[in-house]
C-alpha cells in the first residue's frame, strides 16, 4: 500500500495539468483503478485481514483524493497567473491605424433614423432602461392583470423584504418615455426615444435585450393620415427606395385606439428578401392614435390635444437592412462579425451626405 501511495502522489505532483490529473485519478480511483480494485478485494479476505485492511485502503484513497484536488487547484491558480501576466492591456497607448474600431449596426441604424426623423422636426427623448411598472403599465393603460403584461414576459426587478418603493422593471418597450416626456414637456410635442428594452425570450428572432424606437406626435390637429406620411417618408429615407408601399392591419395595444400594426412592401426571391418591391408584406412596427388614458397619465389634456405613436424594432429594421440573418449575433461582440457589419465612426448619416455609405 505504501508503494501505491508514493508512486501516485509523486505522479500527482508532477502532473503538468487537468488532463494528465484526470488520467491519474482513473487509474487510482476511476471504477477500474488501481485502489478500487484492491478494494474489492477486501471480500476475499478473512474477517481480520479486512478489519486492518479496509481503513488503510480508505484512507489511502482519501489521500490521494485530496492530494487530486489540491494539486488541481494549484493548476488552476498557475494557469490564471499566467493569463495576468500575458493579457493585459496599456489603455493609454494611441489606437493602430490599421485597427479601427466600428460603429455597432445598432448604433449606426439609431444615429440613420434620428437624422431621418429630425429633418421631420422630431426631438430626441430619453428615459431609464428600470422604470416603475407605473410608467411601463399603468400609465399605458395596461392595468394589473391585464393580459399584455403576462404577454410582454417581464423581467421584475428584486425587492427586499420591507422595500416599500413601487416595483420596479426593466422596461418592456420605449413606451414609458411617452409618460416621461408628456409630463415633462407638455404639448405639443414631437419626438424619438430610442433605447434598449428587455423581455425574457431567447431564439433565432428574439433575445432577452433588444432595441426600439418610439415615436409620438400630439398637437391639436393630428390624424392617422399624418402617422401614414411620417412613416412613408420615414421608410423610403430609410431603405433608400422612393415610394416604399405601406399596410396598415387594424391591431390592438392598450395605448393606443385605433391601432394598427404597419408593414411594408417587400418580395422573396430566391429565398433572399428585398424591401420595397414585389407583394408580400413584412411587419415593421405597431401604432396608433394615443389612448385619451394615456394623454392623461401624461398631464395632457385629451379634450384639446390628439396624436399619434409608434413603437418599431431597431434591431429588426437593422437586419432587414444589412441583410443581417440571426439577432443573436448583435450580442455576440464577435469581433469578425463586428469588423464585417461595423461602420466607420466618422461616417455620420445625414440625409444630405447618404445615410449608410
Ligand atoms: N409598445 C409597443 C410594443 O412594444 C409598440 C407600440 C408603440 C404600439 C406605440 C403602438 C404605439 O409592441
Redesign the pocket.
Known amino acids: 500500500m505504501d508503494d501505491l501511495k508514493n508512486k501516485y502522489l509523486a505522479e500527482i505532483a508532477e502532473a503538468a495539468d487537468e488532463s494528465a490529473l484526470e488520467a491519474i485519478r482513473l487509474a487510482a480511483v476511476g471504477k477500474k483503478g488501481e485502489v478500487s480494485l484492491k478494494m474489492r478485494e477486501l471480500g476475499k479476505m478473512t474477517p481480520e485481514e479486512r478489519q486492518t485492511a479496509g481503513p488503510k485502503l480508505n484512507a489511502l484513497k482519501d489521500e490521494i483524493n485530496s492530494a487530486l484536488a489540491a494539486r488541481k487547484a494549484a493548476l488552476g491558480d498557475a494557469a490564471l497567473e499566467e493569463r495576468l501576466r500575458t493579457e493585459w492591456l496599456d489603455v493609454s497607448l494611441p489606437s493602430r491605424p490599421g485597427r479601427q474600431g466600428t460603429l455597432h449596426p445598432i448604433a449606426q441604424v439609431t444615429e440613420e433614423v434620428t437624422a431621418i426623423f429630425a429633418e421631420m422636426g422630431f426631438a430626441v427623448a430619453e428615459g431609464p432602461r428600470i422604470d416603475t411598472d407605473w410608467y411601463n403599465f399603468d400609465a399605458?393603460n395596461i392595468p394589473a392583470h391585464h393580459p399584455a403584461r403576462a404577454e410582454?414576459d417581464t423581467f421584475y426587478m428584486h425587492r427586499a423584504e420591507g422595500d416599500n418603493r413601487p416595483p420596479h422593471v426593466l422596461r418592456?418597450?420605449?413606451?414609458p418615455v411617452?409618460i416621461r416626456t408628456m409630463e415633462a414637456k407638455g404639448a405639443p410635442l414631437r419626438i424619438i426615444c430610442p433605447g434598449g428594452?428587455y423581455r425574457a425570450d431567447y431564439d433565432q428572432t428574439h433575445t432577452p435585450m433588444f432595441h426600439?424606437i418610439?415615436?409620438?406626435a400630439i398637437d391639436t390637429d393630428i390624424s392617422m393620415a399624418n402617422l401614414k406620411w411620417v412613416l412613408e417618408e420615414f421608410f423610403s429615407a430609410f431603405f433608400e427606395i422612393d415610394g416604399i408601399k405601406t399596410r396598415f392591419r387594424a391591431s390592438h395595444?392598450p395605448?393606443?385606439e385605433p391601432?394598427a400594426e404597419v408593414d411594408i412592401q417587400c418580395s422573396w426571391v430566391d429565398g433572399q428578401l428585398r424591401i420595397g418591391e414585389g407583394d408580400d408584406w413584412m411587419e415593421v412596427?405597431?401604432?396608433?392614435m394615443?389612448h385619451p388614458k394615456v394623454l392623461k397619465a401624461g398631464g395632457v389634456d385629451p379634450e384639446k390635444y390628439q396624436g399619434f405613436?409608434?413603437?418599431?424594432g431597431i434591431d429588426r429594421i437593422a437586419m432587414l437592412k444589412y441583410g443581417i440573418p440571426d439577432l443573436r449575433a448583435f450580442f455576440d461582440s464577435d469581433l469578425r462579425w463586428l469588423r464585417h457589419y461595423g461602420f466607420s465612426a466618422l461616417d455620420v448619416p445625414t440625409l444630405r451626405a447618404g445615410l449608410s455609405r
Open positions: 399605458l410582454m418592456t418597450h420605449t413606451s411617452q428594452v426600439q418610439e415615436g409620438l395595444f395605448f393606443t391601432s412596427l405597431g401604432s396608433g394615443v405613436a409608434f413603437g418599431m
